[in-house]
């Protein structure tokens, strides 16, 4: 059994591969993937307040991991109820409250933009997601959103891997997630569900440590 040293220092590993710290820049709309992560939703509202895009799009249902958390509403919902109290405008924001997976935040998402007149509109999107998953999220925007010519920066919480865990965010939760999220990156692009990332030798690895390790539940 390895020591908690050294599992910690694979997983810290990991969770910086996930992140791409991409350069922000003006965008036509931020999109802000909902999840057990509330943190999420005051750095989208954060970068809205901040001129960053004028419209602030929320995608997500209510999954597994984030039944019964809100009080039984949609996590797009719970977050836009979050950007509100911050001050972003009712009509500044779309909700999207069905989606289980990155997958269907796409569709859904577009299918919503295309119903409200608003996909001429958008060129460049600024994704908002958890940390240890920017790099799927993008792999997954760029590869299955319908639009062509649409960019995409990525970004998150600005939270370092030893303060990330909390009580909304246990860290062996976090580590199972993170770890199914790397074999994810690497079996997904043969499905067409996402664009080829490169995973350094000795991040997989880690990842392997920590499976034999017992962080497999949420292994594809």
């Given at each position: 059994?390895?020591?908690?040293?050294?599992?910690?220092?694979?997983a810290k590993l990991i969770y910086n591969y996930h992140r791409l710290h991409h350069q922000l820049?003006?965008?036509?709309?931020?999109?802000?993937?909902?999840?057990?992560?509330?943190?999420?939703?005051?750095?989208?509202?954060?970068?809205?307040?901040?001129?960053?895009?004028?419209?602030?799009?929320?995608?997500?249902?209510?999954?597994?991991?984030?039944?019964?958390?809100?009080?039984?509403?949609?996590?797009?919902?719970?977050?836009?109820?979050?950007?509100?109290?911050?001050?972003?405008?009712?009509?500044?924001?779309?909700?999207?409250?069905?989606?289980?997976?990155?997958?269907?935040?796409?569709?859904?998402?577009?299918?919503?933009?295309?119903?409200?007149?608003?996909?001429?509109?958008?060129?460049?999107?600024?994704?908002?997601?958890?940390?240890?998953?920017?790099?799927?999220?993008?792999?997954?925007?760029?590869?299955?959103?319908?639009?062509?010519?649409?960019?995409?920066?990525?970004?998150?919480?600005?939270?370092?891997?030893?303060?990330?865990?909390?009580?909304?965010?246990?860290?062996?939760?976090?580590?199972?997630?993170?770890?199914?999220?790397?074999?994810?990156?690497?079996?997904?692009?043969?499905?067409?569900?996402?664009?080829?990332?490169?995973?350094?030798?000795?991040?997989?690895?880690?990842?392997?440590?920590?499976?034999?390790?017992?962080?497999?539940?949420?292994?594809?």
């Amino acid at each position: 059994m390895a020591s908690s040293t050294s599992i910690d220092a694979d997983a810290k590993l990991i969770y910086n591969y996930h992140r791409l710290h991409h350069q922000l820049e003006p965008a036509s709309a931020i999109f802000c993937l909902c999840s057990l992560d509330t943190r999420v939703a005051v750095r989208a509202a954060d970068l809205y307040l901040a001129g960053l895009a004028p419209l602030l799009i929320f995608s997500g249902g209510v999954g597994i991991l984030t039944e019964g958390r809100f009080d039984g509403v949609p996590e797009a919902e719970a977050f836009a109820a979050i950007a509100r109290d911050m001050g972003v405008p009712n009509s500044a924001i779309v909700v999207e409250p069905r989606s289980t997976n990155t997958g269907e935040n796409v569709r859904f998402t577009y299918a919503l933009l295309e119903e409200k007149g608003l996909l001429g509109n958008i060129k460049s999107f600024i994704l908002v997601q958890k940390p240890y998953m920017e790099r799927r999220t993008y792999a997954t925007f760029v590869k299955q959103w319908p639009g062509e010519g649409v960019k995409f920066r990525v970004t998150s919480p600005e939270v370092e891997w030893e303060e990330y865990p909390d009580e909304e965010n246990p860290r062996e939760l976090v580590m199972s997630i993170m770890v199914g999220d790397l074999v994810r990156i690497r079996e997904y692009p043969a499905k067409g569900y996402q664009i080829v990332q490169e995973i350094p030798e000795n991040v997989w690895e880690a990842g392997q440590r920590m499976i034999i390790e017992g962080y497999s539940k949420h292994l594809p």
